[in-house]
Each structure stands twice: as structure tokens, then as C-alpha cells.
């Protein structure tokens, strides 16, 4: 069972623009919920997390929202940079059990 | 700072030869992740270590697979026997404290089965 599903699969942004990467959740016990990075060759590194208590999250250009109702969060990425191009993913998990439930990925090329 | 370290890089060997996969976590960390990465199914959780003690092993495919943590500084992650299914993009990762810290990834070991 699919507990995080992230779209777009892929996503092609003009330097400059936005990108938008969207999760959503089905169980509702999850209360912390990062995004990570990862180039070619690499592991995922860390980029931003937030838990459900507040509504959005800013890091430099940055940014989470997320709809506890709804249960979705998503990723904008506020002017897109080629090197921002890698696999991004969504993550949650419950406080205490620390395991980290991924989404699927999505592989962002911003073109120059 | 040193991060996690993974070893080897890459690893090609036979159908049902014994394959270990071994991890250094960062200094201090007392939690240690096994996960495997392939496109078909992402990044799996397969184990995890609180303070060398397997809390979640629920990820662990089968039986052929096996992992330990000796001391707070080295675990591995073993296949015997591997199968060509087994080939994926195993990684580690280590987080400190309690509650909900970074998990810190190594680069992986790439693995393929003939």
C-alpha cells in the first residue's frame, strides 16, 4: 500500500520559474513531513520539513505548504536554477518510530 | 565532517553469491537505516537501528536477507543467496537524538546480480 503519493512524475521549469511538486497521505498518525534531494550518484540529503502544525514553511527560495485537512503538502521551488535540476521526494513519518515512508520521486529539470 | 560512509561503490557479481554491504554512520549517531532504492518500487525502508538494536525489520524482503550492527560505528547488510531481483541502489543513512532528526544518507552501493 501506496501511503505517500507524489506527482508530477517529472517536471521540466524555465530558469526563473516555479516548480510545484505535490504529496499526498493516507495515514494520518504521520506528523512530520520532509522533503529531500538527491542528485545522480548521491544520496537523498535533507532540504526542508515541516509538521502539521503549521501551514507553510520558508527556506530561502524554498517552500512547503501543507493542507492537514486535505492531508496533501507540497514543494514550490521559487526561482528555478539549473542546478536546482535533481530527484525530489516527499517523505512522512510518526514521531517516536522515526522510519520515513517515501514518495515516489519527481525528477525536476530546470532548463537554463 | 566525515558523513556516512558506504562501501563498496558498485558490486556485480553472480546469482547466488553472498554479497555484503557494509556502513559507517556519522560519529554520534544512534540511529542507523538500511534502505533499497530501485525504480520500480523507490526508496524502501528495509531495517533500522536504535543503538545497535534492530527496532524495524518489517522491510526486510525474505530470509535471504540479513543485517547487523556490531557497534555504533559499522553495520552490514547481507544477501545470500543474492538473485538478479535483488539488484537495486542500497543506502544507508544515520540520525542522532531522538524524535524526528535528519536522516543523514550515504551515497549507496550500487548492485547488480547476474
Known amino acids: 500500500q501506496q501511503q505517500v503519493k507524489q506527482s508530477p512524475q517529472s517536471l521540466i521549469v524555465q530558469k526563473g520559474g516555479i516548480s510545484i511538486i505535490n504529496c499526498a497521505y493516507e495515514?494520518?498518525?504521520?506528523?512530520?513531513f520532509p522533503w529531500y534531494q538527491q542528485f545522480p550518484g548521491k544520496g537523498p540529503a535533507l532540504l526542508i520539513a515541516?509538521?502539521?502544525?503549521?501551514s507553510e514553511k520558508k527556506e530561502g527560495r524554498f517552500t512547503i505548504s501543507f493542507n492537514k485537512s486535505a492531508k496533501q503538502f507540497s514543494l514550490h521551488i521559487m526561482d528555478s536554477q539549473p542546478g536546482d535540476s535533481a530527484t525530489y521526494f516527499c517523505a512522512a513519518s510518526i514521531t517516536g518510530r522515526r522510519a520515513l515512508t517515501f514518495g515516489s520521486g519527481t525528477r525536476l529539470q530546470v532548463q537554463p | 565532517d566525515a558523513g556516512v560512509i558506504q562501501s563498496p561503490r558498485h558490486e556485480v557479481t553472480e546469482m547466488g553469491q553472498e554479497v555484503t554491504l557494509r556502513c559507517k554512520p556519522i560519529s554520534g549517531h544512534n540511529s542507523l537505516f538500511w534502505y533499497r532504492q530501485t525504480m520500480m518500487r523507490g526508496l524502501e525502508l528495509l531495517i533500522y537501528f536504535n543503538n545497535n538494536v534492530p527496532i524495524d525489520d518489517s522491510g526486510m524482503p525474505e530470509d535471504r536477507f540479513s543485517a547487523k550492527m556490531p557497534n555504533a560505528s559499522f553495520s552490514t547488510l547481507k544477501i545470500q543467496p543474492s538473485e538478479p531481483r535483488d539488484s537495486a541502489v542500497y543506502f544507508c543513512?544515520?540520525?542522532?537524538?531522538?524524535?524526528?532528526?535528519?536522516?543523514?544518507f550515504g551515497d549507496g552501493t550500487r548492485l547488480s546480480i547476474l
Open positions: 515541516i509538521r502539521p502544525d503549521v
Open positions: 543513512a544515520s540520525s542522532q537524538g531522538q524524535g524526528n532528526q535528519p536522516q543523514h
Open positions: 495515514n494520518t498518525a504521520f506528523d512530520y
